[in-house]
């Protein structure tokens, strides 16, 4: 499939807002555009998101495939995307059982995100990571480009960035105002391109959180990495899920919490620039 | 009250780490800890929340205020904290019909998300805001003192950060690895404080979207300070409900895009510092 990058120009995620500087004087900037897109599997409505939604049909199937509504193995026979009504709707052939999980997780959970938060725990136990290595040279190719290349963020901040790597090099880069809405798009792209996720790194804008880790090892990534830092339970389970835990990554620098050993250190630091577009990256504002 | 600051400290809050650098040579560094915490309103389970748990009872209150599950009127008789099962219950004198809402939200959409963000926004269409002017001179005071103050932040990253100030005097400074933790648990720290907000400034390190744009309005405070960026609802809402919105607040740069009428230039600019904190916080890591 074509790689697919962000597309600041795309005048449709982005809006220009009038407003004064710190001088008194007018400004115009623009800003991301955030929209509320409610989510339907087969007659269930599911969730309502907040998206720039440039990319409707991978955020729902990705979506689903994180939360574990929807298995790699299910046939997807139709995503429907109504612009109007904001609303997308995915249909499988067999149906779900998703109408009964839900009945259960009302009754154990109320608000769902606590029984919600325990399945995706378990969806992870049984999956076993390919132990792939990773060359340093390649951290700091993808950094590179990803932070060098056009994107919302640059042009509007306020967004976050989710990547996939094939060694150094990024192949499917998502942004979203929200960075879970990011991954899922990225999980959709490669769900509906049948890419494999053995030989790829995930490299993220947010932080190294227990969710991210999960995401991360659900679609079966071996590698992820971060400019932002970590927290502990993400460290947890990334060491009991077997991933490489990259982060910090700025420049020269990064640190390694978990899969160290398999670094390859094959790139003579002399040769890489210190944190001038990461700069810029910080410059263009951002959280 | 008194004024109530980060404990960058306290042992419990943050977990030493052992992993390797760029170089490949051994570091050992502090990330923030993450923890499950289950909160009841009476006998109904709520939620299940990632925390540092520092203040599970401000925590939950401001929760259930923030969501609209209770009243500023509600007369609270009880918050139990369980620390071996990271469970807080809040008890309120009348109960709460908060049962019967969550099956009417189940009913109509599923993963309840949705309906409640509808219920959100209803819940500020009749606040009105008093419109307290912002003088310049505080801002700079309030983002010097953030920065400057010692904090989780600035030991272990990988964290957001939530301040109450009063004029430019930070009062009440949270921390937490979920954003809306961190506004949550100053909101219930006014609640129990009895801290008045319409003469307030609200502060945060997190990017000024339709949420928090929505829990600053329910707060009663009529003024947002960011140091990250803008997305367009959160402008639109924020100029439907009166507030003051400032983003991109670093050294001496601002911008206004909700509001401006109500800022008072009385900061001489050759007298405030460029970013150089604004650059030490970005240098601890963190998004």
Not at 2 to 15: I, M
Not at 113 to 139: H, K, N, V
Not at 162 to 177: F, N, R, S, W
């Amino acid at each position: 499939m074509t790689p697919l990058f962000p597309n600041p120009d795309d005048q449709r995620l982005t809006e220009a807002v009038a407003g004064i500087d710190h001088t008194g004087a007018p400004v115009e900037i623009r800003v991301p555009v955030e929209r509320a897109l409610t989510l339907y599997l087969n007659a269930q409505e599911i969730v309502t998101m907040m998206t720039i939604n440039d990319y409707p049909e991978y955020l729902a199937l990705g979506y689903l495939l994180n939360q574990n509504m929807l298995k790699p193995t299910d046939v997807v026979t139709e995503v429907e995307y109504d612009d109007d009504l904001q609303v997308v709707v995915v249909r499988t052939e067999h149906g779900t059982n998703f109408e009964q999980k839900l009945k259960k997780k009302t009754l154990t959970s109320g608000c769902a995100q606590g029984t919600a938060f325990g399945d995706l725990m378990e969806s992870i136990e049984d999956i076993e990571l390919p132990q792939t290595p990773l060359r340093t040279s390649w951290i700091y190719q993808m950094t590179h480009e990803i932070n060098t290349k056009p994107s919302l963020y640059l042009t509007a901040g306020a967004i976050h960035g989710c990547v996939l790597c094939k060694e150094g090099t990024p192949i499917c880069y998502m942004e979203d105002v929200g960075r879970h809405n990011a991954v899922d798009k990225i999980a959709g792209w490669m769900f509906r391109h049948g890419v494999s996720a053995a030989d790829k790194i995930f490299y993220t804008t947010g932080r190294l959180t227990s969710e991210m880790v999960i995401k991360t090892v659900r679609m079966g990534i071996p590698i992820l990495v971060s400019r932002s830092g970590f927290t502990s339970w993400g460290v947890d389970l990334a060491r009991q899920a077997g991933l490489v835990l990259i982060g910090r990554a700025k420049g020269k620098r990064f640190i390694a919490l978990a899969g160290a050993e398999r670094l390859v250190f094959d790139q003579d630091l002399a040769y890489v620039k210190d944190d001038a577009m990461g700069a810029r990256r910080k410059a263009a504002q951002d959280d």
